[in-house]
């Protein structure tokens, strides 16, 4: 019955979103996955990546037929593709693969084998149309927030000492290599969750269930809520409100060798394709639940967690992204969202509600600062700065200090019976 509402809510949310973009002439997530099953995909390794999320329910001989199978239809699409013309893209095969198991499941298993072959699509298809549903969210924000406050965010980053011009200038002083593989490693955030994702459901075809909680389930929660506050917080980026990119759009052209000049603090109009997803980072908070779940993998796997979390905030801020205090926001955002879904796992008890509240107000009091408080943030930057990162450090102490004490307990030794020293008496 969960599961079937769960359902029901993500289809009606698909098709809202559907009727949504619709309205302003683009195709929504629901259509754009549909016209991938032929024609070219926007993006083949999440395509791949969803299909081995859903692979982690099949047995090894199952899994070398469904990759040799997906193979073999992209490798006869790029042949079509060669002979017509078109964009040599991939992927295909991967979704018409993926469709096959739903098949598969409803007409040829019953029972809790359906189940689990149906939760294992259903885990490949959210990945790839939690991305598409984000594409939908920024078709959204860009059209219905026609004013962005960035000039707020801009104001109040001075409290931290303007983050996103330092690195940026950093940046262009590494030259191109540094910029070509920090956008490899932005980009292809979901493609990383997806494999920490593949570590921790690697035990599911022999267990036949899912884990209580896994890093997939808070990477889709937070897809889901974070552009619900881009719509209350627009705001574009740096390079964008005072860089090159925004054109004739950017208050200033002067990101990242000088800081604008704002003044007063007020919204500023800006074009309707640009979106607004800067507050909070989400890109920041997905690559922080990547770092907390890789903590229990292999030493490899949290390494690379350490180096995606390191590489993508270095990213956001160089590319010009985000501001530093929407990195701050993003940090505290993922934290609450991760102790939510581990609360919900395991079962809500006073500290789960304890720890998610306090996330909350801190989150809360953290963007109302940056809206109603951004000069006398960088009026007094000493002060506030400090301020913030206390908070966001609040929140970490507090998370870490609680998931400790709900990590299960190892079980004593029973040790064997002391004897006593000396002679022992002789049984009667």
């Not at 006869?76 to 002979?83: D, E, H, M, P």
């Not at 965010?153 to 920090?182: F, I, K, Q, Y």
């Not at 604008?260 to 074009?271: Q, W, Y």
């Amino acid at each position: 019955m969960l599961w079937a509402t769960a359902g029901a809510a993500t289809l009606a949310f698909l098709v809202a979103l559907e009727f949504a973009a619709r309205h302003y002439g683009q195709p929504g997530p629901i259509s754009t996955e549909a016209s991938e099953v032929i024609f070219a995909p926007h993006s083949g390794p999440l395509l791949y990546a969803g299909l081995a999320l859903t692979m982690v329910v099949l047995t090894w001989r199952q899994r070398l037929i469904a990759a040799a199978t997906a193979v073999a239809i992209d490798i006869v699409f790029l042949l079509v593709r060669i002979a017509v013309g078109a964009d040599l893209t991939f992927g295909n095969g991967a979704l018409w693969v993926v469709v096959a198991i739903a098949v598969l499941a409803v007409t040829r298993h019953t029972g809790a084998e359906r189940i689990l072959l149906l939760k294992g699509v259903g885990l490949g298809l959210l990945l790839v149309v939690g991305h598409k549903t984000g594409d939908t969210w920024l078709l959204i924000t860009s059209k219905t927030r026609p004013d962005v406050l960035d000039p707020y965010v801009a104001t109040a980053d001075h409290a931290l000492g303007n983050p996103s011009w330092l690195v940026g200038r950093a940046m262009e002083a590494t030259g191109p290599v540094s910029g070509h593989v920090l956008s490899v490693v932005y980009g292809q955030l979901p493609l990383a969750a997806a494999l920490v994702g593949l570590y921790q459901l690697r035990h599911v075809a022999a267990e036949r269930r899912f884990p209580a909680h896994h890093l997939v389930r808070t990477f889709l929660v937070i897809g889901l809520f974070g552009p619900a506050i881009y719509m209350i917080f627009p705001v574009v980026g740096p390079v964008y409100a005072y860089g090159a990119e925004g054109a004739q759009w950017a208050a200033a052209n002067v990101w990242p060798d000088a800081l604008p000049r704002i003044g007063t603090p007020h919204p500023i109009p800006f074009d309707q394709l640009t979106p607004r997803n800067c507050m909070p980072s989400l890109h920041t908070a997905w690559a922080t639940t990547l770092f907390i779940h890789s903590r229990h993998g292999s030493r490899v796997m949290r390494y690379a967690g350490t180096f995606w979390l390191v590489a993508t905030l270095t990213a956001t801020l160089g590319f010009g992204y985000h501001y530093g205090v929407d990195l701050v926001a993003g940090v505290v955002f993922a934290l609450t969202i991760e102790a939510g879904m581990r609360s919900v796992s395991r079962g809500w008890d006073r500290s789960g509600v304890r720890l998610v509240a306090y996330g909350s107000v801190v989150f809360t009091a953290l963007i109302v600062a940056y809206r109603y408080l951004p000069v006398q943030m960088a009026a007094h930057p000493w002060l506030f700065g400090p301020l913030m990162l206390l908070l966001m450090g609040s929140v970490i102490h507090l998370y870490v200090r609680t998931t400790r004490q709900w990590e299960p307990k190892p079980e004593p030794t029973p040790q064997p019976d002391a004897q006593p020293a000396g002679p022992q008496p002789e049984p009667v």
